[in-house]
């Protein structure tokens, strides 16, 4: 800035009148103070570097197994519960049951039932040889007597195994319902979708009541297949997930593309420690579309295009900021290949 110190003629004049002098005297020389006028700029070199240009490629975590709980009998009781929603559970977990007390204990008078009878079976050849070695110490040798007692022994044996037949298939459907009323996991994995209203309701036939989900391989899916010329088997892909408990910076790898019809599928290589990926979490892959390596380059911020040319600013030795202009290559995500109009090293204006 300047300032200019300045006495006008009439200040002057009226400063001569107060003081009663008649004498003429000579105004003085004005002043000018001079402020240095120099803008700071933030600067940025060209330099060699690579350039890279990415797709962004919207994506959903989904699970690679689950077991939908549900039971395969209607109108009991649901007598327990032993998990919770987002509980971890092992194969062969017991998850709940229908109420089955009496069902135990008729299971348990079939089981002894069955017991006797087939006591009662091994004991009737002894039974039989010993009362066919009496007939023959008091002297009877007929074999009509003989073969009175083998009949009677023969029926006894009939009436016996048709009572164990019988109960045998009672015992085996009355197990098998106690197996129905009693789910269990089939394979490791995280409970989810409990019915919250479960213990104390009534079950119905193939109504799923929870679901078990492998944790263990999250997939991520994209679901369609508009950028599958983007990725190649055992390509490294970054992945971020912006929000939810796994928020965080991924690495994933394309699963099984020779399966990839509607769908393109992608599996976790690595990522953020200690995080649980739930299902349904939204991600976004960077699939590289195109890259240059080691080449001059530039910030994207500071180049500037207007029509079909491209320009930077740069300062002069008065420190003005000048247009130069430049001829560009890839315009990548975070850096600009520069063709020609600059050389390694030189400084153009950041802001």
């Not at 003429?24 to 600067?43: H, R």
């Not at 971890?88 to 998850?95: F, I, P």
């Not at 394979?187 to 009541?209: A, H, N, P, Q």
């Not at 900021?321 to 001829?327: D, F, G, H, S």
Request: with cysteine; net charge negative.
């Amino acid at each position: 800035m300047r300032r200019i110190k300045l006495f006008t003629p009439l200040i002057i004049s009226i400063l001569l009148l107060f003081s009663g002098c008649t004498k003429t005297e000579t105004v003085p020389n004005v002043v000018v103070d001079s402020e240095d006028n120099t803008i700071s700029y933030s600067l940025v070199s060209a330099s060699i570097e690579d350039v890279v240009l990415t797709q962004r490629v919207d994506c959903t975590s989904v699970q690679t197994k689950d077991q939908e709980v549900s039971f395969s009998v209607t109108g009991k009781y649901v007598d327990k519960v032993y998990v919770r929603e987002g509980e971890t559970v092992k194969k062969g977990d017991l998850l709940c049951e229908l109420s089955s007390a009496s069902l135990e204990e008729e299971i348990e008078d079939l089981t002894y039932k069955i017991k006797r009878n087939e006591l009662r079976l091994s004991y009737l050849d002894m039974d039989q040889s010993l009362e066919l070695q009496d007939l023959f110490l008091i002297g009877i040798f007929g074999e009509e007597e003989t073969q009175a007692v083998r009949d009677r022994y023969a029926r006894q044996r009939t009436l016996i195994n048709d009572d164990l037949e019988f109960d045998r298939e009672e015992l085996a459907a009355k197990q098998a319902e106690l197996r129905n009323s009693r789910l269990y996991a089939t394979m490791d994995g995280t409970v989810y979708k409990l019915d919250k209203k479960l213990r104390g309701s009534t079950s119905k036939e193939g109504k799923v009541i929870m679901t078990i989900i492998d944790m263990s391989e999250i997939l991520f899916v994209v679901k369609d297949t508009e950028y599958k010329d983007l990725f190649h088997e055992g390509d490294m892909v970054d992945m971020t997930v912006s929000y939810s408990a796994a928020a965080g910076d991924y690495i994933v790898t394309p699963y099984q593309m020779d399966t990839w019809e509607d769908t393109m599928v992608f599996s976790v290589y690595t990522g953020p420690d200690n995080k649980t990926v739930e299902v349904g979490t939204y991600g976004t892959l960077y699939p590289v579309v195109d890259t240059r390596k080691n080449v001059l380059s530039l910030p994207k911020e500071v180049v500037h295009e207007a029509g079909d040319k491209a320009f930077v600013y740069t300062l002069s030795e008065d420190n003005i900021r000048e247009i130069r202009y430049v001829e560009i290559g890839l315009f990548g995500d975070e850096r600009v290949e520069i063709l020609s109009g600059l050389e390694e090293g030189e400084k153009v204006v950041k802001k």
